[in-house]
């Protein structure tokens, strides 16, 4: 009896690893589809100039990550301040964000060219729901 007992709990077992998987697929797919609709909606051009990369996190939310290729008043680019736009709610609320600007580097060029105001103003107005 004990044989037939292993054997069932190896087709459990094999059960819920399969269930795992296609759960862990389905998620992936939904996130695959979410971050196309964000290539869609995020700004390209105008000082942001990079490829946008995705990072998922475990809590749900989404990390979005650039660059902006700043200009300085000579009209010469004057390197670039990394950015990331974090998502709280990406399936639901896109203007529900948060801009951080990456490392030092990053954080003295928004100063240096105060940016933040026009990347929320820039991202908020690109992730408005299509009415």
């Known amino acids: 009896m004990s044989d037939l007992t292993n054997l069932k709990s190896f087709h459990q077992v094999q059960y819920e690893h399969e269930q ?3 759960a862990e697929k389905e998620i992936k797919d939904k996130q695959d589809d979410m971050e196309q609709i964000l290539l869609n909606k995020l700004p390209h051009g105008s000082g942001i100039d990079c ?3 995705f990072v998922w996190l475990k ?3 989404v990390k979005a990550k650039n660059s902006f290729h700043c200009m300085n008043d000579g009209g010469y680019y004057d390197g670039y301040a990394d950015f990331t736009v974090i998502l709280h709610s990406p399936f639901m609320d896109h203007q529900n964000f ?5 490392g030092r580097y990053g954080q003295y060029k928004n ?3 105060m940016l933040r105001d026009f990347l929320e103003d820039t991202l908020y ?6 009415v």
């Open 111 to 113: 100063k240096q060219y």
């Open 98 to 102: 948060d801009l951080v600007f990456n």
């Open 125 to 130: 107005e690109a992730l408005k729901p299509q």
């Open 20 to 22: 795992k998987l296609k």
């Open 51 to 53: 490829k946008w990369e």
């Open 59 to 61: 809590n749900g939310k």
